[in-house]
């Protein structure tokens, strides 16, 4: 059994470290910068959990496992909001190669936005205006 746990252990670690090289490889061929926070999220996030998986096995203790998973629902939970906002920011800059989008449903938003107010408050038509007695 020690045996079989050892081979499980090490298989967990080198596909978690694969996971993690592909992303790396990912963030240094993808051309654009959409494509490469693609890379840097999804298969890392995937790497971690299996990394994590390997190492609670080889620890074989109960008290590492809340310790670990929090680690990697931490890492679950930023990993996409922090894309998501490096894209927006991305986008708003013009570092987004636009000409290779197949949908544009930000454009819609920004150029809203763009042309609001500069207090953020977006303009009521008169019919919406509350009326003054």
């Not at 670990?68 to 927006?88: D, E, F």
């Not at 920011?89 to 936005?113: I, M, P, Q, W």
Request: proline share 6%; charged share 15%.
């Amino acid at each position: 059994m020690e045996l079989f746990l050892d081979i499980l252990v090490a298989i967990l670690l080198i596909l978690g470290c694969l996971m993690s090289l592909i992303a790396g490889i990912g963030l240094l061929t993808f051309p654009d910068m959409l494509t490469r926070m693609h890379a840097a999220t999804k298969p890392q996030v995937l790497g971690f959990l299996l990394i994590f998986a390997g190492l609670a096995i080889y620890l074989r203790s109960w008290a590492v496992i809340p310790v670990l998973a929090l680690a990697w629902g931490m890492q679950l939970l930023t990993a996409p909001v922090s894309a998501h906002m490096i894209g927006r920011s991305g986008y708003r800059t013009k570092h987004a190669a636009k000409e290779t989008l197949f949908s544009d449903e930000l454009s819609l938003v920004v150029n809203r936005v763009n042309g609001a107010p500069p207090t953020g408050a977006t303009p009521m038509s008169k019919a919406e205006a509350p009326e003054d007695k």
